[in-house]
Structure formats: structure tokens, C-alpha cells
């Protein structure tokens, strides 16, 4: 039972570790070696598809709502 739970914890430690490899020599060997952006405010590709910031749009929703004199309740139209 013992062997076995190890056999399998090792070969798991493996894969991890043979996965953390590649990515740290994708990161290594392309020219500007960064990880994508993952934060939606700093993502080129998300703004271009339409995606933007949840706080972002809060802040919109809210200015806007206040602006028209409007209870800022929801932003049910940006949705």
C-alpha cells in the first residue's frame, strides 16, 4: 500500500516538475520571454475582443448613474 502511494507521489512530482520546466524555458527561449498578461486592465488582446475590467465598468456604470441623478443600484443595461 506504502509503495504504491509512493510510486505514485513520485511519478506525480515528475510531471510537475517536467511541466515547470517547460514553461521556464518557454519563458527562456522566446525573444521578450514574459508570461501573457492575465489581469484584464493590462491585456491587449481582452480589449480588443470587447473584454474590459469589472472595476472598470463599475466605476463607468456608477459615474453615469450619477450623472442622470439616477440611484446607482445596478448597472443592468452594461451587462
Do not use: T, W
Amino acid at each position: 500500500m506504502l509503495h504504491m502511494f509512493l510510486k505514485i507521489l513520485i511519478s506525480a512530482l515528475i510531471l510537475i516538475s517536467l511541466s515547470m520546466l517547460g514553461m521556464m524555458l518557454n519563458v527562456l527561449v522566446k525573444k521578450k520571454g514574459k508570461f501573457p498578461a492575465y489581469m484584464v486592465g493590462h491585456n491587449r488582446d481582452m480589449h480588443k475582443l470587447g473584454i474590459n475590467c469589472v472595476k472598470h465598468e463599475e466605476i463607468r456604470c456608477h459615474n453615469k448613474k450619477l450623472k442622470e441623478g439616477k440611484d446607482c443600484a445596478g448597472c443592468q443595461s452594461l451587462a
